[in-house]
């Protein structure tokens, strides 16, 4: 009796486990359908993110960029993102700010067909292996097929190496420095993420050539060093700085260096952007090359770079930054840095009292237009300044300033931070000295506060037992590694974690389960491994240790 | 026996033009394959332009948009272009120019996937007609067939209008307008000429919807003025605004309207960019609709508008400033406006007076730099100063600037203009005021000459007669006209000219062939047209005139 007890307990506590598992999944199939409502339905706005970024970060992530307005998804083919004008703002400031920089180190701009042929691509074995899965192929124009089938770019070293070895035809050729700004296609197969992972997405792609590596290598770190300031000066975004091991590195090439980032609420590092140094191999099979100045007669093959930055950065920006409310801006990269809202203008307030205010708001915010802050102000009429605050949060304008008659009276400007929500005054006479301060607070807090949680959740491990607890405690470690490919294939098998079994965590917040790889081998190395001595953590390894490697569970 | 040797002479005769022919063609053919130099061959530069403009133009654009370093032929598929940074600095110019202003008027930035299902393009079924022969289909992924093929967008109203469907709800949401910057693909069969017919070209395609037809026809005449403004206040080039007949207005839309350009060497019209009012049609297609704000319960279609510029500007440029010598670049987009050349640095000039001297350089390149002109100095040891002459003249540098020590001892600079090779001296003292007063002058004096070129050659005709020997004449001409579309195709035909059986005339020489077609109903009308009264000009048509129209063979 008490066994057929117990088992009705348990079949009862089964039964209940699946009608909630069923019951979260429905909500979330509900939520997914309002999130992709297909052109031509017309439903009213929904205000607010419904989904908290605790409780189901995936969920909370699309509800943030589609109801900011940043993307919209192309429901026509799977895969694809529209990008809508609060991104193409920020993605504009990006490309401003590094173009000038390359511009500086004279890279000049170009512009190279988006079709590749096969020839081309199959000249480097191991590119054409890394991107062939990918490839969309056009076969047909019009309704002729192609003679010979074309393929988009996903990348245009095949498409443009051609040509360098045409145009350079003498050292003094060199560096041979282009650089564009274009969109690529891989057809991905696995899932895809609005920024991070898309068939389509916008980048640009640097393609140097040079006389020695020691030249080529100064121009890897020094174009890693902008994609660093992108994150870190743009976007408020830590990285960190290092370099590809062999089995993560780019598909042909010599060496790859890095930025890596870190997203706290699911633990998971992502790559920021790539700077790589071909070496010779490129120039090897499509015969780029030079006589050697010291030696006449002798001829060598240039040694190239490859560098892109894309779309991507956005995404990582969003999902670090964002919180229940919506999207949070840095103000560097915020079209609109601080916006007013007209509060307290009651019923009892007269029109010309009325009139009167705005004309007071409108001198403010010129005043602020003039020392360069992106300011504006939301005068609509017919709705409350409670619907405003929410929607200008769920926009991410870093600062809200509130001017009300009671304001007016006192001479100053009510003040609301989105990143902290702390509220506070600021006198008129002194707002066009604080507000930019403040903004620069805000900058430097959110990258303060990032780059607070990636230093806390980037573990220093010599046992390896501690290694999956640290992942499934949403961290990245750094540990000694001989840095051998088999080696990081047989720990990606070894690290997979059973959350997914875990079946009374719903779905959304269960820590990622998937192996873990080497995100890079920084270049600020902790202490204490010393070469010869120090074996690699993986127990089934057995070789030396070369350095710390980075490792996490990674998009 | 007089028949006989009248016989063999005209015998010999046609052997001499037939063996004068080969020698053309074969000479012809062995300029292109210098031009096309596949990848991987090294040659020698081959300095200047060595055809003619007036002798063959067509051979003549080619040899200056290659060796001018704008232009790169994609050897690896036919009818795609490689944009080197001489093409893309003057398209930025023109894409900073163009942004800025539509940004003043609200537009703002989108971006939206290349790939187009063919679901959405159907819905138009002009427009699908329209493009359907050029579309280029993706229809594999790695060595997966998709299960739906995607084209490449030819432009983006089937693109894009699903979502103007979605977003805009309320008239409240209306004006929506957006722009982006991208490259589109047109497979065409015609023959591909860099910049003018490519299968894939740069462009930016702006699409807007409004709600009344009075507001969206005010934004199409405001952004064809600033197309005749790029053409015109940047390139240099006058352009005759107008709308397009029927026949040629943009297929779907309600009506076209055009600047039109004009090239003097061949006497041919050429489309220079267009800004279409699409009507409600797209907007019932793609039902894109709001609530009529006078009227409540009724729902309304938009008005729409599309309007893009390409790089073709780029390519009418060229042809019609460019000369013998190669490019002519307009001060306003050219990335060096000056080029400083010392001369005179003879062996017989010290060491030490060479350094000084190059040091008076210096700083007088720094000077003009300070006050904005776009300045360098070419320094380069072993080259002769006329070589460094020839060099800046094929790229097209508006100015040079030669110093050398008999200068500097009378304190001035000795320059010649690219444009017309007016020589003169600057008094040092004036030499800041002087340059950027004489590069506005050349940017003028282009303008002035291309535009009296064009009116010369823009008749107004009146007699069905004198039009075949008009457009022989290189001129195109302003005719009264019913603006039928079948009386537009017969004119067409019946304009062919015999310039093609007249074998004397080597090829390159001889005017186009082609019937005329019609290029705009200017804005400007002539007077002299009576309604009801005149007739339309073509005697086979035998209806009334509408308007003067402008016809001509064109590009």
Chains 1, 2 share one sequence.
């Not at 498409?159 to 420095?177: E, F, G, N, Q, T």
């Not at 282009?178 to 898309?198: G, H, I």
């Not at 949070?328 to 079209?335: E, F, N, Q, S, T």
């Not at 995100?519 to 030396?544: A, H, R």
């Amino acid at each position: 009796m008490a066994d057929t007890k117990e088992q009705s307990k348990s079949a009862l506590k089964k039964a209940e486990k699946q009608a909630k598992m069923a019951a979260e999944k429905a909500a979330k199939a509900a939520k997914q359908a309002t999130l992709h409502i297909g052109q031509g339905k017309k439903t009213d706005d929904i205000i607010g993110i419904t989904t908290k970024k605790t409780e189901d970060f995936s969920m909370w992530y699309q509800e943030v960029v589609l109801k900011s307005e940043m993307i919209e998804y192309y429901n026509e083919i799977s895969g694809f993102f529209i990008m809508r004008p609060a991104t193409m703002y920020i993605w504009n400031v990006i490309r401003n700010w590094f173009q000038e920089r390359i511009e500086d180190m004279g890279v000049e701009e170009t512009n190279f067909p988006m079709f590749l042929s096969s020839k081309s691509l199959e000249k480097e074995k191991d590119h054409v292996e890394g991107f062939a899965p990918e490839l969309a192929w056009v076969t047909k124009a019009g309704d002729k097929d192609l003679e010979v089938p074309v393929a988009v770019r996903p990348t245009s070293e095949a498409v443009m190496y051609p040509y360098y070895a045409k145009w350079i035809r003498s050292h003094r050729d060199l560096p041979l420095r282009l650089n564009q700004w274009n969109s690529v296609v891989r057809w991905e197969a696995k899932q895809t993420t609005p920024f991070l992972r898309a068939r389509e997405f916008l980048w640009q792609e640097g393609h140097t050539a040079h006389l020695t590596e020691e030249l080529a290598g100064q121009e890897v770190l020094e174009i890693l060093e902008l994609y660093a300031g992108v994150y870190e000066q743009l976007l408020a975004v830590p990285v960190v700085r290092g370099k590809k091991t062999e089995n993560e590195k780019f598909a042909g090439g010599y060496y790859t260096t890095t930025v890596e980032g870190y997203i706290p609420s699911n633990g998971r590092g992502i790559q920021g952007a790539t700077s790589h140094c071909l070496g010779q191999n490129f120039s090897k099979m499509f015969d780029i090359t030079v006589e050697d100045p010291n030696e006449k007669g002798k001829h060598i093959n240039v040694w190239q770079n490859s560098w892109g930055l894309s779309t991507r950065v956005i995404g990582v920006m969003v999902m670090i930054h964002g919180d229940d409310k919506g999207l949070v801006l840095p103000p560097r990269i915020a079209k609109i840095q601080a916006i007013f809202i007209p509060v307290g203008i009651t019923a009892k307030v007269s029109p010309e009292a009325k009139e009167k205010h705005y004309q007071k708001l409108d001198e403010l915010k010129l005043s602020l237009k003039k020392v360069g802050v992106r300011v504006d102000a939301d005068l609509r009429d017919g709705y409350t300044p409670p619907w405003k605050f929410n929607d200008w949060e769920l926009k991410g304008v870093p600062l809200r300033l509130e001017f009300g008659p009671k304001d007016a009276e006192k001479d100053v400007v009510s003040y609301a931070r989105r990143d902290t929500g702390e509220k506070g005054t600021i006198p008129i006479a002194e707002l066009t000295k604080q507000v930019p301060e403040l903004l620069e607070t805000i900058q430097q807090d959110l990258y303060n506060k990032a780059d607070a949680s990636f230093k806390e959740h980037r573990l220093v491990i010599t046992e390896w037992d501690k290694v999956v607890p640290a992942l499934d405690a949403k961290n990245v470690v750094l540990i000694p590694h001989c840095l051998s490919i088999d080696c990081e294939e047989k720990i990606k098998e070894t690290t997979k974690s059973n959350a997914d079994d875990n079946q009374d965590v719903p779905e959304g917040k269960r820590a990622p389960s998937m192996g873990m790889k080497s995100l890079c081998i920084p270049f600020e190395q902790p202490d204490g491994l010393v070469k010869g001595e120090t074996k690699c953590l993986n127990p089934d390894c057995g070789k030396m240790a070369e350095q710390w490697c980075m490792f996490g569970r990674s998009y």
